[in-house]
């Protein structure tokens, strides 16, 4: 029998090294944006060290209901490009390997008008996997046919995708109806974001919750050895 582990997670903005190790752990990453999107979460925003703390850089959208979805969320201007580049070149100029870096996150900011959330994420998601070496098949929920109810879904999207275990963030242990899983016979394993090692990091003192740019601008092509990836 052939092994095929799966992850079914909302698409995040330059999220932070422990969303990676997610991609990189599993054989298909399903973004699940057929959902409802959430203010103030990581969908359209994220955590830079700054030399005051962490600071937010957040994508400004448009949400006109409660019931508006990810896939459906547009962003309201494009000034947030200009604004966030300018926020991490002042803040990781000085990183070791910011320069090796530098031309291919300018691109990223500013060869592309892309107004949907959920695409502009998937742009920077896929070009930070080839930086780190992780090569995932990255599909879409709205790929596949969508059945209701929270845990019937992710069993149901884990048969159309023939996988054989479903790795899952922490939090989801709040809802997710395990003996669904076991019925289907899917193995049900929930990620572990502990043990993380420290890394060269600039302004102290050291933030693990942090998007991953961080890792990359301080720490370029050594940045598998503070992840789990290896």
């Not at 930070?128 to 149901?156: F, H, P, Q």
Request: hydrophobic share 35%.
């Amino acid at each position: 029998m052939n092994v095929k582990k799966v992850a079914i997670l909302q698409s995040n903005y330059i999220p932070w090294k422990g969303y990676f190790d997610m991609i990189n752990m599993v054989d298909e990453f399903i973004l699940y944006d057929d959902v409802q999107y959430t203010k103030n979460d990581w969908r359209n925003r994220n955590l830079i060290k700054t030399k005051n703390g962490k600071q937010w850089i957040t994508i400004p959208v448009h949400q006109k209901n409660l019931e508006q979805k990810i896939k459906d969320t547009l962003v309201s201007n494009d000034i947030w490009r200009k604004k966030h580049w300018k926020t991490i070149v002042q803040n990781y100029s000085k990183a070791l390997h910011f320069k090796d870096y530098k031309n291919l996150f300018e691109e990223l900011y500013f060869d592309s008008n892309e107004k949907f959330l959920s695409k502009i994420n998937f742009r920077f998601t896929v070009a930070i996997c080839r930086i780190l070496g992780i090569k995932t098949k990255i599909s879409w929920s709205m790929d596949y046919n969508l059945v209701a109810g929270k845990t019937e879904r992710l069993v149901d999207l884990c048969k159309q995708v023939c996988a054989t275990e479903y790795i899952s963030g922490p939090s989801a242990k709040s809802y997710i109806d395990k003996d669904m899983f076991e019925k289907e016979e899917i193995k049900l394993s929930y990620m572990d974001y502990s043990g993380y090692p420290e890394y060269t990091q600039l302004f102290p003192p050291f933030e693990h919750a942090v998007s991953i740019i961080d890792l990359i601008f301080n720490e370029g092509p050594d940045a598998q050895q503070y992840m789990k990836i290896l």
